[in-house]
């Protein structure tokens, strides 16, 4: 096996035990992308330069016999909206194409202090806000599974990169599912983690009440391992909770003989692909295996998630994003007075899709709009918030899909918004209820990848690491690896 | 049905500071229309006497101590700006006062 | 209808800078008068991900100033969004609070022509100052462009907002004052308005007396002093009642106080009205304030101006005059009652601050900390008087040196040789020869011309520089006459 097929878990091991050095594995890392990036484009910045030194140091460090960090010498990937202090973060966005932040998100500082080396920034859609890494600003990235097809968004490059071997494991964003789908569509382990778990800042906000950064992972040990790192109070986030998280790998091979698993029928409905929900139910037939009880339920208000989703989001984002004005930083076109330069700024720096949600957005908080829109849907966002809460009194974990579909064709759905919108139907109330979600690769539908959503209450990522590993090591999902082609070839 | 006016559509883009083609006018009223008549069907959702979710965390009172830190120098808090003067970032003519 | 049959409604909303070390949402220094942008961070510069923390000093000031002006505080509260873009507000949004200000329903008491009047406080609320931005012409209209300053970007405010309780300019002039007063006391703010650390922004509209119904009101803005609200209001006042007369149209607008000209100037109305959608703040949990510690900042309050002014009234048996004059500054206040600690004649000492400590402020423009003086300089100079060791016109020179040197007035006294003279025989000697030297100022007193008597005594403190004993000299020269 190569070295860029590795875990993080094996090759800590390797590491730990001078078999193999930190810069051994950054090479073989960053020559693993120069092989399938043109294929894949899962990068928009590299920092291999950086990188080998970083590894250096890590090297050095630990023949110095110094204690090093639990991600010492692991090569990773970060979602181009999390600010890294001196290399460009550009939210994918023509707007921010030069920005070099001044400071370093919270868990770039969490994971540079456990050894973790940048490879580079990852292409995602523009400010996030998209399901196919289609609205970046810079190019489209493909799926590893099939270059024809999406990765996923919006932290499309991140799943990729972790598919392809580009980077041992990465970090996006969710506010709608943009970490959970994508990481169903490059089958690899992807966790959104409960809102307040991790911090939020130095992660340029989408929806501030929604977002959460979370892990890309080969498999479930390392998605633990990840968040281990970076979870926990942040006194530069308000948001985030007080309490100590748990070393998430005590929960790993904890059995699940008896655990409580809910199927809500509204995910298993009309709208969901036949194939993928044949996986699933295949998946969950494992899990009963293993000794789990399984039933289904229901979440009676998820029709309205989509609806609630679209109206918040879109909200908090026409704010938050009107400090991208070309004033203090970005890229600012000129006008003969102030009011111009916003305009053309922002005309000219966002695409298509952010000027529609910064539409929407507005629109739904305009007078008169606030009480029919922003405000009814923050009740209904209540009622979503409720179901949830009712379904964990009879149950430890919720199993759904993560998408209603494999992934789709480059240019499929691109001009048609609201079919895009519903393409993260699974995902989207889960962030309205502030819940974690795990998605898990489980399977394939004519050799594409199917993931499938574990969901607990808040603050039980120990309850999803635990079934998922449960389910891990009962079949080998996570083992398969897509063949990317390059110009014909093929590089497995 | 929400119908979107283009008379909306200018105020909304002028409150988002977006300047649009007619182009994009014509197909935000569209998409805009279509996309709020799908969230409209909210309104057959009762949600009297249903709070309002600002927040999932029941979190309050998250403050800290009134205590100074420095953090950036003004050369880092100007290094981002397109056009910089006398230790100040620099914009064009204010139509109007707020 | 007349001028006399129209009443005028004015409301307040004044703008304070508190004086916390860092600003309201981050760690920055709030310091006046740094170099532009030192004093930032990525927070109060809205860089990309970066996010609010409320510093609970902002929040304890706004309970502390609602608790002052008789407000409820609120159990809930939280903050909100208000959305505008401008060049001065880095995120396109200042945190402010909209629909659950943390102080609501108070008043401020003021004395108008003798009798008390209650302006009724609708609110105090939170919220974070813009950034400063320089004009590089005289002015906003004609400057080409600006440059921009966000060291005041965030710097925490209160504004309080009044009920349209308000009758007149003068009755804005004495709410402001007072407002001050009280806010001076909390030790809040420092409240210097040409810092822009006291703002104050009016709404005034004009109806027939007796009418229930508002009028239309126009926003009346940059009143830059105490002074600048009382003109901008007298003339807003005037041009409404004339318009309302003349039976125009009176539109509701923001209007712009024209210091140099003297007169308000409509601003351009833009199309709509602003637009602001609040929303409530996503990145700042909402607040549950325990009432345990709103009793505590209560019990913490110091004793305000209305409190202090009764007190000085009853315990002093000061004039109402004496007291409102006292108090109007809480440092003058502490004085005068440390000084009547050491001399136990209230009104004595309430006259020598009235009329010297308080008339040598001012001619010097300074503040009573910035001077050397003590209660114990006050007291002396008292005491040497009252003892006739010093004549009163000798103790407003002694009083005057030790107002710039702070040096001891017994000291300065004997130093000099300004020691009365109570000498009966030198001075019966210098009445005889004032007298020799003035036979027709003698006549005239003779022919009943009063004033006489002060020219003579006049030539006696003259021959003696000062320093006779002015009721010796009185009582000598009566005798003699």
């Known amino acids: 096996m190569e070295l860029w097929d590795l875990t993080v878990h094996e090759l800590s091991r390797l590491l730990a035990t001078g078999e193999v050095s930190a810069v051994e594995v950054t090479q073989a890392a960053l020559e693993r992308a120069q092989q399938v990036e043109p294929a894949v484009r899962a990068f928009v910045t590299s920092t291999a330069d950086q990188a080998v030194v970083e590894a250096n140091t890590v090297d050095a460090a630990r023949a110095r016999g110094e204690q090093v960090g639990p991600l010492a010498g692991i090569p990773m990937a970060l979602k181009d909206n999390i600010c890294t202090r001196g290399v460009r973060t550009t939210c994918c966005s023509r707007l921010l194409e030069k920005f070099a932040p001044s400071y370093d998100a919270t868990v770039v500082r969490r994971l540079q202090e456990a050894g973790a080396i940048l490879m580079g920034k990852t292409n995602m859609d523009e400010f996030a806000m998209g399901s196919s890494t289609e609205n970046s600003a810079f190019f489209p990235t493909h799926n590893p599974w099939d270059l024809e097809r999406v990765p996923g968004g919006s932290s499309g490059g991140s799943a990729a990169a972790v598919a392809a071997g580009e980077a041992v494991f990465s970090l996006g964003s969710d506010t709608g599912g943009s970490i959970r789908q994508p990481a169903a569509f490059c089958s690899v382990v992807g966790l959104k983690p409960s809102y307040g778990r991790v911090s939020r800042f130095g992660v340029t906000a989408f929806a501030s009440s929604l977002d959460q950064v979370g892990p890309f992972t080969k498999d479930v040990t390392d998605c633990a391992l990840v968040l281990n790192a970076i979870a926990g109070k942040d006194e530069l986030d308000p948001t985030s909770v007080v309490d100590t998280p748990p070393d998430y790998r005590q929960f790993l091979g904890k059995d699940i003989k008896g655990l409580r698993i809910g199927l809500p029928r509204e995910y298993f409905a009309e709208g969901i692909d036949d194939e993928v929900k044949e996986v699933i139910m295949k998946a969950v037939g494992v899990l009963e295996g293993l000794g789990a009880v399984v039933e289904e339920t229901s979440l009676p208000h998820t029709e309205y998630a989509p609806s609630v989703y679209y109206i918040l989001a879109p909200a908090e984002a026409s704010s938050n994003m009107g400090r991208l004005d070309g004033v203090r930083y970005g890229r600012r076109v000129e006008a003969p007075d102030v009011d111009t330069l916003y305009n053309r700024t922002r005309s000219q720096g966002f695409g298509a899709e952010v000027r529609r949600r910064l539409m929407i957005g507005t629109y739904a908080l305009s007078a008169g709009n606030y009480e029919v829109f922003y405000q009814k849907a923050q009740q209904v966002r209540t009622l979503i918030v409720r179901d949830f809460e009712q379904a964990f009194t009879q149950y430890d974990v919720l199993l759904t899909p993560t998408s209603p579909t494999t992934p789709f064709k480059i240019g499929e759905k691109i001009d048609d918004p609201l079919q895009m919108y519903l393409s993260d139907i699974c995902t989207i109330p889960v962030n309205l209820a502030g819940i974690p979600g795990l998605s898990l690769p489980c399977g394939f539908s004519q050799g594409l990848p199917v993931g499938m959503q574990l969901l607990a209450k808040p603050f039980a990522e120990s309850t999803l690491l635990q079934v998922a590993y449960a389910f891990e090591q009962n079949t080998d999902y996570h083992k398969q690896r897509p063949q990317v082609t390059v110009g014909g070839e093929s590089n497995a | ?98 | 209808m007349r001028k006399e049959d129209l009443e005028t409604v004015i409301g307040l909303e004044v703008h304070v800078e508190l004086s916390t070390e860092s600003k309201a949402f981050c760690r920055c220094s709030t310091a006046f008068g740094a170099e532009p942008n030192t004093q930032v961070c990525p927070v109060c510069l809205g860089l990309p991900g970066a996010l609010p923390v409320l510093n609970k000093r902002v929040l304890e000031y706004a309970i502390k100033t609602g608790l002052a002006l008789n407000c409820s505080i609120a159990s809930q509260s939280k903050f909100d969004r208000k959305n505008y873009f401008y060049p001065d507000l880095p995120k396109a949004y200042q945190i402010s609070q909209f629909d659950q200000p943390i102080a609501y329903d108070g008043y401020v008491d003021i004395t108008v022509d003798g009798q008390a009047r209650r302006i009724g406080v609708k609110r105090v609320h939170m919220e974070e100052d813009a950034g400063k931005l320089i004009h590089t012409g005289d002015d906003i209209a004609t400057a080409t462009s600006s440059l921009v300053d966000l060291n005041r970007a965030g710097v925490p405010l209160i504004e309080i907002v009044t009920e349209p309780d308000i009758r007149s300019p003068e009755e804005a002039r004495l709410y402001l004052t007072k407002l001050k007063t009280i806010i001076q006391y909390l030790g809040v703010s420092d409240c210097k308005m040409e810092e822009g650390s006291l703002r104050c922004d009016a709404n005034l509209s004009v109806r027939p007396r007796g009418s229930s119904k508002l009028g239309t009101k126009s926003e009346i803005k940059n009143m830059n002093s105490f002074r600048a609200v009382f003109r901008g209001l007298s003339f807003e006042e005037e041009r409404q009642k004339e318009a309302f007369l003349a039976g125009e149209e009176i539109v509701q607008e923001t209007r712009h106080w024209d210091e140099s000209r003297g007169i308000t100037v409509g601003m351009r109305s833009k199309e709509e009205a602003q637009d602001y959608r609040y929303f409530p703040d996503p990145d700042l949990p909402p607040l549950a304030i325990d009432p345990t510690w709103v009793e505590d900042i209560r019990a913490d309050l110091p004793e305000l101006p209305d409190v202090r002014v009764a007190r000085f009234i009853k315990e002093y048996g000061l004039p109402d005059y004496d007291a409102e004059v006292l108090t109007t500054s809480q440092r003058v206040a502490d004085f005068y009652d440390d000084c009547v600690r050491l001399h136990a004649d209230p009104k004595a000492v309430s006259n020598w601050i009235m009329s010297e400590v308080l008339r040598l402020l001012n001619a010097e423009g300074k503040e009573l900390e910035e001077t050397p003086l003590t209660p114990e300089h006050v007291t002396k100079v008292l005491k040497l008087m009252d003892e006739g060791v010093i004549s009163g016109r000798i103790a407003k020179d002694v009083f005057e040196e030790t107002f710039h040197t702070g040096r001891d007035p017994e000291e300065i006294v004997k130093e000099r040789g300004l020691v009365q003279i109570s000498d009966e025989d030198e001075l019966g000697r210098i009445v005889a020869e004032v007298l020799e030297a003035n036979p027709n100022v003698v006549e005239d007193y003779r022919n009943g011309k009063d004033k006489a008597l002060g020219y003579l005594i006049g030539q006696v403190m003259k021959a003696t520089r000062g320093k006779a004993n002015p009721q010796m000299v009185n009582r000598l020269f009566k005798e003699k006459l």
């Not at chain 2, 119908?3 to 805009?32: G, N």
């Not at chain 2, 008549?37 to 965390?57: E, K």
């Not at chain 2, 910089?84 to 970032?89: K, M």
């Open chain 2, 1 to 98: 049905m929400v119908k979107i006016t283009d008379v909306e559509v200018e105020k909304i883009a002028r409150l988002s500071q977006l300047e649009l083609t007619s182009e994009e006018k014509r197909m935000f009223t569209q998409q805009l229309s279509d996309i709020l008549t799908f969230a409209q069907h909210l309104a057959q959702v009762n949600t009297d006497g249903v709070p309002p979710t600002i927040s999932v965390l029941d979190l309050v009172n998250v403050w800290r101590d009134d205590e100074v830190k420095e953090w950036l120098s003004r050369e880092e808090a100007l290094a981002e700006a397109a056009v910089v003067e006398d230790g100040c970032f620099k914009v064009p003519r204010i139509m109007d006062e707020e």
